[in-house]
């Protein structure tokens, strides 16, 4: 987990490592996330009520990970590939970060449950229950990130 959560260009937070998901069973209300580690604890939150700027590849990758899952709950994708071709999103999501400062990091945080999703479903966890986890988390991008102004 440490290796893809580090992948991403700006390395600034190290915090990543050894991260716990903690999530309420509902994932409807996405006013906040929690993220521990041994005990510190960081939030996924707005900027004070705005969207974090993200960058336009984060954007895409995020975009592409909710088609890849609205075609896994169709049937249309399933089983290994599914999991290769959600795992490649992700992978690029952070090959292509170019994000910094405050709002990388609560990237971070947003994406730690998508990886600890990713995992169990590598590991055959039941797909159903994954993809209906993943497109809830994934519906809540939109309140957290924007395009960039720049």
Not at 16 to 29: I, Q, W, Y
Not at 115 to 126: I, R, S, V
Request: charged share 20%.
């Amino acid at each position: 987990m440490l290796l893809a959560l580090s992948a991403c260009t700006d390395q600034s937070s190290s915090a990543d490592a050894g991260h716990t998901t903690e999530h309420a069973a509902s994932h409807s209300d996405h006013s906040a996330h929690s993220v521990s580690d041994s005990g510190l604890s960081a939030t996924l939150q707005t900027d004070h009520g705005n969207k974090w700027k993200a960058d336009e590849a984060t954007i895409r990758g995020i975009r592409q990970m909710t088609a890849t899952v609205a075609a896994g709950m169709t049937g249309t994708l399933q089983g290994q590939p599914l999991s290769d071709s959600l795992s490649a999103n992700f992978a690029e999501i952070f090959s292509k970060c170019t994000m910094k400062g405050t709002a990388h990091d609560q990237l971070h945080l947003y994406l730690q449950p998508l990886k600890t999703q990713l995992d169990a479903l590598k590991a055959g966890a039941e797909e159903s229950r994954l993809l209906e986890e993943m497109q809830q988390h994934l519906a809540g991008f939109d309140h957290y990130f924007g395009k960039e102004d720049y």
